[in-house]
Each structure stands twice: as structure tokens, then as C-alpha cells.
Nanobody
Framework: QVQLVESGGGLVRAGGSLRLSCAAS????????MAWYRQAPGKPRDLVAR???????SYDDSVKGRFTISRDNAKNVVYLQMISLKPEDTAVYYC?????????????WGQGTQVTVSS
């Protein structure tokens, strides 16, 4: 069982920066693929950025060049560095872990952290 706790959200002006953190406990963190999703009011939850157990990253086109996902396997933490924030980045940001167990993969979610970008 993996527990995820996000932090670092808040209110920031357009053009500003924030760094989100997701602390994981339980399981073997280094084996997990980690990701950040976001959900704006009335919209579906969308993938923002993903990092594999091997460190390969991928991003939604809307955040490429502005957001950076990274992980610290020694601390069991995944980060999302966000720069040049835009009002359309406003959403609840969720940390996600996918834990492999043989052919089965288990999905875990954090409780979310609010990011609000004012214009």
C-alpha cells in the first residue's frame, strides 16, 4: 500500500513559479512510475507529467518547457517545478503512483493540492 501526500500548492500571479512535492510512503518507491495530474472545475483529470522508475520523463504539450518533473529516490519524493505559470494552470494537482507487482499494476492517488494562478 502506497500513501501519497502532496504539498506546495498555493496562490501565485501569472508568470510566477511554484514547486509541488509529493512524499510517498509504503511500497518500494524506486520501482514506481510517478506522475502529476490536474483537474480544473468541471473538467476531467488530465495527465500533466510523468516520470518512470528509470527517470524517463514525458509532458503534456500545454506544459512543455514550463514544468519539470523529477524524483529523489533517496527521499521518496517526486517534484513538479512549475515556472511561467498561467491562469489556465489553475487546478487541483494530484500525485499518482503506479506500483508494479508482476503483471499487475496498482494505482494510488494523493489527496490533491490546489494551485491558483491569478491574472
Amino acid at each position: 500500500q502506497v500513501q501519497l501526500v502532496e504539498s506546495g500548492g498555493g496562490l501565485v500571479r501569472a508568470g510566477g513559479s511554484l514547486r509541488l512535492s509529493c512524499a510517498a510512503s509504503g511500497g518500494i518507491f524506486s520501482r514506481n512510475a510517478m506522475a502529476w495530474y490536474r483537474q480544473a472545475p468541471g473538467k476531467p483529470r488530465d495527465l500533466v507529467a510523468r516520470i518512470t522508475s528509470g527517470g524517463t520523463t514525458s509532458y503534456d504539450d500545454s506544459v512543455k518547457g514550463r514544468f519539470t518533473i523529477s524524483r529523489d529516490n533517496a527521499k521518496n519524493v517526486v517534484y513538479l517545478q512549475m515556472i511561467s505559470l498561467k491562469p489556465e494552470d489553475t487546478a487541483v494537482y494530484y500525485c499518482h503512483a503506479r506500483e508494479p507487482d508482476g503483471l499487475i499494476k496498482y494505482d494510488y492517488w494523493g489527496q490533491g493540492t490546489q494551485v491558483t494562478v491569478s491574472s
